[in-house]
């Protein structure tokens, strides 16, 4: 058996509504349990943890999956397996898919309602969204399996919507990758729908997703955003919304946060937005 990770968190929507047996009936949602090992309760039951167990199995019937100690609701059949997150990408909204492994390139504190996970070799990140936030014990380095449904944004950001989500265990965050604006957002991956958009007019590789860093001067600001521009063509919004206080106009710094989109116009412009996590991801030269 593998050793148990430093710290870890199991959340997961439980409804335990049609098993056989004296848990009929009894339901518990969105609870939050220790998987380094441990107990919670709720709703008359109490459910035992053991240390470094993950999703990795179920059993069920026509109306329950039992996942490992836990009953999730069934959706009819068992999660697709994938082993890249840009395969996410490409699926249908409403496919039901398992993805474990990834490493998050945001923690519990720097979103609302959201996190992203990210590839370890950088090349492709996805949002996580989840309705029972926020996730107990996630950090930027945590290594986290994810089972849930593909959706898209009203912006057009390809997404899981999380029914639950595993630390397994952690690793170093991974650093950010450098970008002139131009480059930001990119192309169309795949075929959209079927795929993520990217920027309108983009080209080059899609970087919805990923964790980047942007520098430039600050030429503009509006209600929860400023402007940056380094130059290339392509002034870049950043979402001020998780920052202390926005960068001044006139000032040159550098961000690192997510890419991510923007639509707003008629007709509709995909434009590339940049989401920093916390204040300390703008810094001065």
């Given amino acids: 058996m593998a050793a148990a ?19 009929q009936g009894l ?5 939050s349990i220790n998987s380094g090992g441990g107990t919670a309760s709720g709703a008359g039951l109490v459910l035992h943890a053991s240390a470094g167990q993950a999703v990795a199995g179920y059993a069920g019937n026509a ?3 039992h996942w490992v100690g836990f009953w999730h609701p069934e959706t009819g059949a068992a999660p697709q397996v994938l082993h890249r997150i840009e395969q996410a990408k490409t699926l249908p909204d409403g496919e039901y898919v398992s993805i474990a492994g990834k490493i998050a390139t945001s923690g519990a504190a720097d979103f609302q309602g959201f996190f992203y996970l990210e590839e370890a070799d950088r090349s492709s990140g996805i949002r996580i969204t989840v309705p029972g936030w926020p996730v107990p014990g996630l950090l930027e380095g945590s290594v986290v399996q994810v089972v849930g ?34 480059s930001i957002g990119g192309g169309d991956l795949g075929a959209p729908p079927l795929g993520q958009y990217g920027v309108t007019g983009g080209r080059g590789v899609n970087t919805v997703g990923l964790l980047i860093r942007a520098w430039g001067t600050v030429t503009s600001s509006g209600s929860g955003y400023v402007v940056l521009d380094d130059g290339s063509g392509s002034p870049l919004r950043v979402d001020t919304s998780t920052l202390p206080a926005p960068p001044e106009t006139g000032s040159f710094v550098t961000i690192i946060g997510i890419s991510s989109l923007k639509t707003e116009g008629s007709p509709p412009q995909r434009l590339p937005l ?7 991801d703008v810094s001065l030269p």
């Fill in 5 to 23: 990770p430093r710290y870890g968190w199991l959340l997961a929507a439980l409804a335990l509504s049609g098993p056989p047996g004296w848990t």
């Fill in 27 to 31: 339901r518990i949602d969105w609870h």
């Fill in 63 to 65: 109306s329950t999956r």
């Fill in 149 to 182: 449904t593909t959706g898209t944004t009203a912006d057009g950001e390809r997404h899981i919507v999380a029914s639950s989500v595993v630390i397994t265990s952690s690793s170093a965050p991974l650093r950010p990758l450098g970008m002139i604006q131009r």
């Fill in 274 to 280: 940049l989401l920093p996590r916390r204040g300390s």
